[in-house]
């Protein structure tokens, strides 16, 4: 099997790109349930933004959700994502949706720095408040490495992270064969830039989800992943959804295309049972 060959998610993602596509989404998704503050820098270069949306009707003591969108680490904005954001805010989440650097322009491990950066500035902005990290294909490789490779992102995952729910990532499990990715990773996941090969003595709990039918990643990246965690006794909850794809992960947390899936009901279960922060590094399988 390659890696991240050309699938479904690029032409979701490129029907989203689509000026007129991204409008339509966007404009049948009701924007009631948030206020969102646009183009919060987190950085100085100019992919180094994030907007937050911030829950109309808050759940009181609530972690805010950081989602980070996939696209192969060569495409997608955050303006994009308006979708998956009201998915939790109408469910009284606040969200945030950073950007960050995309090949040609960067190469590993830029990824995982600007996710890592736009974490501590999230926690900044919410100084009393844990995070949840949401992250779709590259953007749930990227979520995976900030917590596991702290010695790149900068960030203490067992401080502020209570959780990290990967929907579709690649970690390592399949060799890395196709080009833009040989590039974009030097060492082609064979070394410690693969989720697979990064050990940590504590971590939040983390959600692994893939779909049965997902040709793209494959559902062997979360099982393999999550035995690895495992056996590392860390906390990892893996979960493979019959009839899911590689894009359903992503599709089914807008309003509008959840075609009966659990998967969202299933995320916000997830968070809610999340331990508080004196526990959930001691937590065990």
Same mark, same amino acid.
């Given at each position: ?49 994030? #907007?937050?949306?911030?829950? %109309?009707?808050? =759940?009181?003591?609530? !972690?805010?959700? +950081?989602? /980070?969108? &996939? ?120 070394? #410690?830039?693969?989720?697979? %090969?990064?050990? =940590?003595?504590?971590? !939040?709990?983390? +959600?692994? /989800?893939? &779909? ?74």
């Amino acid at each position: 099997m390659t890696f991240l060959r050309q699938s479904s998610l690029a032409g979701f993602v490129l029907l989203l790109a689509g000026c007129s596509a991204a409008s339509v989404l966007n404009g049948i998704t009701p924007s009631s349930s948030f206020d969102r503050d646009k183009d919060i820098a987190y950085g100085e270069l100019p992919r180094q933004t994030m #907007d937050i949306y911030r829950a %109309a009707e808050p =759940v009181s003591d609530a !972690p805010v959700i +950081m989602f /980070v969108y &996939g696209g192969g680490w060569t495409r997608g904005s955050k303006g994009m994502y308006k979708f998956a954001a009201e998915g939790f805010t109408q469910q009284g989440y606040d969200v945030v949706v950073p950007d960050y650097r995309l090949y040609p322009d960067s190469r590993y491990p830029d990824m995982i720095t600007d996710t890592g950066a736009a974490v501590l500035a999230a926690a900044e902005r919410f100084p009393d408040r844990d995070l949840v990290l949401i992250g779709h294909s590259a953007g749930g490789y990227n979520v995976l490495m900030t917590a596991l490779a702290p010695d790149l992102s900068g960030v203490d995952a067992c401080d502020r992270i209570a959780g990290i729910i990967s929907l579709a990532a690649p970690t390592g499990a399949y060799p890395m064969t196709d080009e833009p990715y040989l590039t974009i990773f030097p060492d082609h996941f064979k070394g #410690d830039d693969a989720p697979m %090969a990064r050990t =940590v003595d504590a971590l !939040p709990p983390v +959600m692994l /989800v893939n &779909g049965r039918e997902d040709e793209t990643v494959g559902y062997k990246n979360a099982s393999a992943l999550g035995e690895r965690l495992t056996a590392q006794g860390l906390v990892a909850d893996v979960r493979i959804y019959d009839d899911m794809n590689h894009i359903d992960p992503v599709r089914v947390l807008s309003r509008y295309f959840d075609g009966g899936s659990t998967l969202k009901d299933d995320i916000v279960t997830f968070v809610q049972g999340l331990p508080d922060r004196s526990a959930r590094c001691d937590a065990k399988p």
